[in-house]
């Protein structure tokens, strides 16, 4: 069976604010260059990354049976000066805490490969 998710984004009445809807949820995403007072459009795609590495690694290590502690995801873009609204680079930094390092890497890894 396929999954699928939809959100959808309005535009508001501030100019570089939207209103988000995901199911029953909303919530206000700012561009950079408008009232830059809740989380950015920036932020937010990257915090969709973060969690999804944070919750697939958890998934499959309580499937495998491994005994996962702490785990944090952070992601940093990178952009250039000439090209602004493009990224340069995307950086993703797992920190596992209890872990030993080849199980650490393991899991990593095969969050890369999905």
Known sequence: MADSTTVTSTSTATKGRVINSARHNHW???????????????????????????????????????????????????RTSDKPYDYDHIDVAFSYEGLPLAEAERLTELWKAR
């Open 28 to 78: 206000v995403i700012d561009s950079p260059s408008g009232p830059a007072e809740a989380v950015s459009t920036g932020e937010s795609f990257l915090a969709g990354i973060s969690s999804c590495a944070v919750t697939l690694v958890q998934a499959v290590a309580a499937a495998e049976g491994v005994s996962l502690g702490p785990l944090s995801v952070e992601v940093s873009s990178h």
